[in-house]
């Protein structure tokens, strides 16, 4: 796919372009930059052509619904290597492995409790992971060691088509952690994928642009080993929809005692210091919910009129930040129990730099 242009099918809106995406449909899908060289224009032919690079044993970033992911093959321990090389990742620590369906779910994991099938039921395709007791399929490599492995199915049309291609032609499964260097902030678009990692992919890797990510901040991840789900990372899946699809209280930690970069206290960071809650300076970057106003000489980089836009916008400003060289970033920590716990989690992981 390097060095292959987009092929053009205008519609006649500038920006948009129609392509067929899977056999016998056709969807509108947005790519920005086509001079960008690896960026595919996911037609039918450029997903089949990833998930061959796939089960080559190449690297293709590709678009979830919460962030980019860059995945290898699940069950190939050098295409998975090359995940830790890209993102400058130490090798023991777990990634998660993403399906298309739930019908391959016992391929990766066993013994799986009743209300973490009630969770999938509910919640997948969409921004969950589940972590559960491995088969032999997920091997070291995969779970860093751990006896349980992390799940999803992701709800995103190129992501999903990618990953249903790759089982078609043989594949269990893709590994993917979020597409950003280790500690950075994680990509929500192509471009942004091709700012972090561009330079540290192989010739024949590959980035499937599918537009901005939906819900914007990365999975909710519940650990689901123990007799009552355990929150290990907030996201757009609440404690209160756990609850409700459960029926069991769901533990909220940070604290537990697993490699899991994710829940490092400090992540997601961009070069610029980022400070919550206090009233930026002229120069200073902000972001904040639309009701509250920009002071005189401060630059205001999101504002979002409620959290679920907070938590679509909030890693594009802070990249925006640091594109624009901006050194302090100003952040408001949203109230609420929704996806305002995420932001907040992420914010707070931001500012520990
Ligand atoms: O939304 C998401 O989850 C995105 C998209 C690409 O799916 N992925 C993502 O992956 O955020 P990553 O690797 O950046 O963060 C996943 C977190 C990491 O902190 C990882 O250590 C943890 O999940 N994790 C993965 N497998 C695990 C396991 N078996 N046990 C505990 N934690 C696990
Ligand atoms: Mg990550």
Request: aromatic residues 6%; glycine residues 8%; charged residues 20%.
């Amino acid at each position: 796919m390097k060095g292959r242009r987009p092929r053009p099918l205008d519609d006649g809106d500038s920006g948009r372009r129609r392509v067929s995406l899977i056999k016998g449909t056709t969807k509108l899908i947005k790519w920005e930059n086509l001079r960008m060289p690896f960026i595919s224009n996911c037609t039918a032919s450029a997903i089949k052509d990833a998930a061959t690079a796939l089960i080559n044993g190449d690297l293709v970033a590709f678009p979830t619904e919460t962030v980019y992911g860059l995945g290898a093959d699940a069950a190939n321990e050098n295409a998975v290597n090359k995940i830790y090389k890209a993102k400058g990742r130490p090798a023991d620590h777990p990634v998660i492995v993403h399906i298309s369906n739930i019908n391959l779910l016992d391929k990766w994991a066993n013994e799986i409790p009743e209300y973490a099938i009630k969770l999938a039921r509910a919640f997948w395709p969409g921004p969950m992971t589940l972590i559960l007791p491995r088969t032999h399929l997920a091997k070291d490599f995969i779970t860093g060691g751990q006896n349980n492995v992390g799940i999803r199915i992701p709800n995103q049309v190129v992501g999903l088509a990618l990953i249903s291609e790759f089982e078609k032609q043989g594949g269990f499964g893709i590994a993917a952690p979020s597409a950003n260097r280790f500690g950075a902030v994680s990509p929500t678009t192509a471009q942004a994928v091709e700012a972090e990692l561009g330079q540290y992919l192989g010739a024949n890797d590959q980035i499937l642009d599918g537009g901005s990510c939906e819900v914007g901040v990365e999975s909710t991840i519940i650990d689901c080993t123990g007799s009552t789900p355990i929150i290990l990372r907030p996201g757009a899946i609440t404690a209160a929809m756990i609850f409700e699809t459960t029926a069991l209280e769901p533990v909220s930690t940070n604290k537990v005692d697993i490699k899991a970069p994710g829940l490092l206290e400090s992540h997601y960071s961009p070069k610029a210091k980022v400070i919550l809650d206090q009233i930026p300076e002229r120069g200073d970057g902000f972001i904040a919910l639309s009701e509250i106003k920009t002071p005189e000489g401060v630059i205001r980089l999101a504002s979002p009129k409620n959290t679920e836009e907070y938590a679509k916008v909030l890693y594009q400003a802070l990249r925006r930040a640091d594109e624009q060289l901006i050194k302090v970033v100003h952040a408001q920590l949203p109230i609420g129990n929704d996806i305002a716990v995420a932001i907040r989690d992420r914010l707070t992981k931001s500012a520990n730099k």
